[in-house]
């Protein structure tokens, strides 16, 4: 059965963005041209520890926007947290609940 997505929205800081078991769909990550960035995504519904799940990076003088894409999802069982660096990075998470 194939389940919708849910976006979490353009966010700029590290935060929850499910707190619940549920699948990850995709994750975008975007730099600013110019300053190296990157983004974890971790199995966890509260905080940046845990089994990692998905990492994009974009170095310095990169391209502006990278993207993970998974049709299947990858099954996170506690949830998804973000954890964002990079001056001027920004990311979307898109994610299935179970």
């Given amino acids: ?9 353009r966010k700029t800081a590290d935060g929850v963005i499910c707190a619940r078991p549920c699948l990850l769909k995709a994750v975008i990550l975007e730099g600013d041209g110019t300053n190296a960035c990157n983004v974890i995504i971790y199995d966890n519904a509260t905080t940046n520890s845990g089994n990692v799940i998905a990492k994009l990076l974009i170095q310095a003088s990169g391209p502006q926007c990278i993207v993970f894409s ?3 999802g990858v099954e996170a069982l506690n ?3 973000a954890d964002v660096t990079g001056t001027g990075a920004a990311y979307i998470v898109h994610y299935s609940s179970e």
């Fill in 1 to 9: 059965m194939i389940r919708p997505a849910t976006s979490s929205g």
């Fill in 70 to 72: 998974e049709s299947h």
């Fill in 79 to 81: 949830g998804l947290y």
